[in-house]
T-cell receptor, first 111, second 113 residues
Framework: GENVEQHPSTLSVQEGDSAVIKCTYSDSASNYFPWYKQELGKRPQLIID?????GEKKDQRIAVTLNKTAKHFSLHITETQPEDSAVYFC??????????FGAGTILRVKS | NAGVTQTPKFRVLKTGQSMTLLCAQDMNHEYMYWYRQDPGMGLRLIHY???????AKGEVPDGYNVSRLKKQNFLLGLESAAPSQTSVYFCASGLLVRTDTQYFGPGTRLTVL
């Protein structure tokens, strides 16, 4: 089955710097790659997603890139702010409606 | 429109006890899911349902049972709780048309002593 690896497990950046989180997946049939943000004690919430027919997608300070050949995708956050501090999860879907999640990245933005 | 709700929010069980977690959604979603979240392991799928009256196993189904008697409700049961089932449980739901996007409930923190 699908396996998703996520790196790094923790990331500390200074406010205003950029943050990059990377994920690799194993199943070349996967075609949907969402990113979820989870604040402490809260539910995961979708922040951005990308499908396999698109190489890059941007939404204000957040962008996601996808390299299907290498089977990896990345989340980019620019001009980080303290409220970006959270746990971020990537996921991949190779079977309709079933997501496989990465282990998560704890992002700390220092002010 | 409450979205996805879960009851209870917290629960402490003793080993061997049973309990049922309730997930409810008012968005008329066809698909519903139960995940568990453990430190350093992300979210792992326990069971899911693609419609009323249907259920299927996910990645970690052992020790759990589910039922979807009504479209808006998805129940997760633990027949004989074990300490290894200490976790945070999240329910999620999704639309048939845009089936990849999942909306999560607030979670249930379960401790098994």
């Amino acid at each position: 089955g699908e396996n998703v690896e996520q790196h790094p497990s923790t990331l500390s950046v200074q406010e205003g710097d950029s943050a990059v989180i990377k994920c690799t997946y194993s199943d070349s049939a996967s075609n949907y790659f969402p990113w979820y943000k989870q604040e402490l004690g809260k539910r995961p919430q979708l922040i951005i997603d990308i499908r396999s027919n698109v190489g890059e997608k941007k939404d204000q300070r957040i962008a996601v890139t996808l390299n299907k050949t290498a089977k990896h995708f990345s989340l980019h956050i620019t001009e980080t702010q303290p409220e970006d501090s959270a746990v971020y999860f990537c996921a991949a879907s190779n079977i309709r409606n079933k997501l496989v999640f990465g282990a998560g990245t704890i992002l700390r933005v220092k002010s | 429109n409450a979205g996805v709700t879960q009851t209870p929010k917290f629960r402490v069980l003793k080993t061997g006890q049973s309990m049922t977690l309730l997930c409810a959604q008012d968005m008329n979603h066809e698909y519903m899911y139960w995940y568990r979240q453990d430190p350093g392991m992300g979210l792992r799928l326990i069971h899911y349902s693609v419609g009323e009256g249907t259920t299927a196993k996910g990645e970690v189904p052992d020790g759990y049972n589910v039922s979807r008697l009504k479209k808006q409700n998805f129940l997760l049961g633990l027949e004989s709780a074990a300490p290894s089932q200490t976790s945070v449980y999240f329910c999620a739901s999704g639309l048939l048309v845009r089936t990849d996007t999942q909306y999560f409930g607030p979670g249930t923190r379960l401790t098994v002593l």
